[in-house]
Structure formats: C-alpha cells, structure tokens
C-alpha cells in the first residue's frame, strides 16, 4: 500500500521567515501533486510535478521532486499571512495520469505577523 | 466555463437514513473521482468513473455505498443507511481523460454530517 508522509503536520511560522515542507512517498512515481486548502474550501492546485529533477515556482512557493530519493519538497520564501492554508502533496501510485490519488495527512500553516 | 459543480453543499442526515451526493464534471470532461476527507485527514480516494462506467472502486466501501455516472446528468454517490463515521467532506473531482498533462479540478465539496 502506497503511503505519503507530510512533514511537519503543523507549522507556525513568523511573516518574512522561510521554511520547507516535506513529502516522502514509499513507492515509485514520477507523478506528484500540490495542493492549497482553505478552511472549509476545496482544493486549489499548485503544482504538478512530471519528472525527476522537475521544480517549479510560483511567487513565495517553490515545489521540487526528487524520484530517486522518494521526496518533493515545498519551499516558502519570505512567507506572508496570506499563505496560511493546509497544503496536500499527492501522488499518482500509477503514474498514468489517472487522479487516483493517495494524498498526505497534510500540512496546516500558519504565518504570524 | 462553470467549474466541477457539487450539490448539496452541506447535507445533515439521520442514522440510517440515505444520502445522495452529485457531481457535476466540467464541460467536456468524462471522468469523475470522488474522495472523502475526514476531520483533519487527506483526501482518500473512493471510485473513479467514466460515463456509465465504473474503472476503479477499490477505495469504497463494500457495503453501504455506490456510485454512477450516468450517460446524462450528474454522477451521484450514494450512502444508504448512513452511520456517525459516515460524516465527513466529499470531494469530487473531473479530468477531460486519463492522459499525462491532464490536470483535474476539484469541486467545492459536500458535508455530510449524520446526527
């Protein structure tokens, strides 16, 4: 059974500081997805990751995958309040294309002034 | 282009009584996800489903529930007899098909909650 490790699953963080989010998965893919979520709110896609070695960015958000090693990592620079949301890694266990995904627990962030 | 279309946005039923979810996909899209989000959980992936066919049920429940995507109308989860560990948020999501660089698009989700 594929398992997909977020870490941390709570990050409080100060407005202007950097931090990294972590997504380890236990099972070959070159497919992997980020996600925004606001309380209450659907999910709002950041990131499609295709291939080893892809990274993209978008802003304060900066997504990376590494298939060798299992893991991407969502780096946020010069965080603002605005960024406070839970954000979801998940992974295509198929690599098909196919959205039967297994998704993280997910992490829940908080930027403080 | 309306986006992935859910209905009701929140459902509030009794034990034992019947829930029924609808999803409708974006226009032009033919394939439907649905997911169930617990209370501080991920996305779990439920069934995936094609117009008038059913390609991956693996994460539904043997008992209790179903779904459809008929040829017409929506797709509908379906939950008889709902229970208190039914409640959850239920998500649907749609593709235009199962191709690399496809991306799906989640609609706003149901909440059901049993009482």
């Known amino acids: 059974e594929l398992k997909v490790e977020q870490n941390p699953l709570f990050l409080s963080m100060q407005e202007g500081k950097n931090y990294t989010i972590y997504c380890n998965y236990s099972t070959t893919s070159d497919r992997l997805y980020w996600y925004r979520q606001d309380p209450g709110k659907s999910l709002e896609s950041l990131f499609v990751l295709l291939s080893n070695g892809a990274v993209k960015q978008e802003g304060r958000l900066m997504a990376s995958l590494d298939t060798k090693a299992r893991l991407s990592t969502l780096h946020i620079t010069a965080a603002v309040h605005d960024l406070s949301a839970t954000y979801f890694c998940?992974?295509?266990?198929?690599?098909?294309?196919?959205?039967?995904?297994?998704f993280g627990k997910g992490t829940k962030l908080s930027v403080i002034p | 282009n309306a986006g992935v279309m859910q209905n009701p946005r929140h459902l509030v039923r009794r034990r034992g009584q019947e829930a029924r979810l609808r999803c409708s996909p974006m226009k032009g899209h033919s394939h439907v996800y649905w997911y169930r989000q617990l209370p501080e959980e991920g996305l779990k992936f439920m069934v995936y489903l094609q117009k008038e066919n059913i390609i991956d049920e693996s994460g539904m429940p043997k008992e209790r529930f179903s779904a459809e995507f008929p040829k017409e109308g929506p797709s509908i989860l379906r939950i008889q007899q709902v229970v208190r560990g039914d409640s959850a948020a239920y998500f649907c999501?749609?593709?235009?098909?199962?191709?690399?660089?496809?991306?799906?698009?989640f609609g706003q989700g149901t909440r059901l909650t049993v009482v």
């Open positions: 998940a992974v295509d266990p198929y690599g098909a294309g196919s959205y039967q995904l297994t």
């Open positions: 999501a749609s593709s235009q098909g199962a191709m690399m660089n496809t991306e799906a698009f």
